[in-house]
C-alpha cells in the first residue's frame, strides 16, 4: 500500500511538473538603430517547428533606451497597407519580422514596429516625441531564449526518477508476495 502512495505521488508530481514544462519561452529582443539608439524589451511565445518564427506572442516589454513605455501592450502586424490586430510575427533571424508593438495607454502612443515584407521594410520606434528609423537590417536585430529555470528542468527529472523508482519497488514488492 505504501509503494503504491508512492507511485500514485511521484505520477502526479511528473504529471504537475511535466504540464508546466510545455510553456512559452521567454525571449529577449533588441533593435539597435543607426544612430545608436537601442530598443530592447522581452515577449513570451513558442518557437515553430522550423525553429525561427515565434508563434502566440505574449506579455511583450519594450523599452526605449532604459526606459520601459508601460505594461499594457498591443500587438499587430501589417498586412502591406495598413496595421491590423492580431498576431504579430517574430522571427529570430530578424528576416521575416512583421510587428507593431504599442503601449495603448497614451494619448500619444510609444511604440517599437519592424517590418520586413516584400512591400515594405523599415524598423521605427517612437517615444516621448523622440523617434528612429531605419530601413529594417536584420543585423540590427537579436532574439535569444531565455534559459528555463532550475524548476522546470531538474523537478520534472526528479519526480520521473522517483516515480520509475517507486514502480520498481512496487513490482518487486508484489513478486516477494507471489512466493
Not at 537579436?142 to 520534472?156: D, G, I, M, Y
Request: proline share 3%; glycine share 8%; with cysteine.
Amino acid at each position: 500500500m505504501k509503494f503504491q502512495l508512492l507511485t500514485t505521488m511521484a505520477g502526479a508530481l511528473t504529471a504537475i511538473f511535466t504540464a508546466g514544462s510545455v510553456h512559452a519561452t521567454t525571449f529577449n529582443y533588441s533593435y539597435t538603430f543607426s544612430d545608436g539608439f537601442i530598443v530592447s524589451g522581452s515577449l513570451d511565445g513558442t518557437l515553430d517547428q522550423t525553429g525561427n518564427l515565434v508563434e502566440n506572442v505574449d506579455n511583450v516589454t519594450v523599452f526605449f533606451g532604459r526606459v520601459s513605455i508601460g505594461d499594457t501592450v498591443i500587438t499587430a502586424h501589417s498586412d502591406g497597407y495598413y496595421w491590423v490586430l492580431g498576431d504579430p510575427v517574430v522571427s529570430v533571424d530578424g528576416q521575416l519580422n512583421n510587428f507593431y508593438f504599442a503601449n495603448n495607454t497614451s494619448t500619444t502612443p510609444n511604440y517599437l514596429c519592424n517590418v520586413v515584407i516584400p512591400s515594405h521594410s523599415e524598423a521605427y520606434a517612437s517615444y516621448g516625441g523622440e523617434s528612429h528609423q531605419d530601413i529594417a537590417d536584420s543585423p540590427n536585430w537579436t532574439l535569444t531564449a531565455v534559459p528555463e529555470s532550475f524548476t522546470f528542468t531538474v523537478v520534472p527529472l526528479l519526480a520521473l526518477l522517483i516515480g520509475l523508482y517507486g514502480v520498481r519497488s512496487l513490482r518487486v514488492h508484489k513478486s516477494a508476495q507471489n512466493f
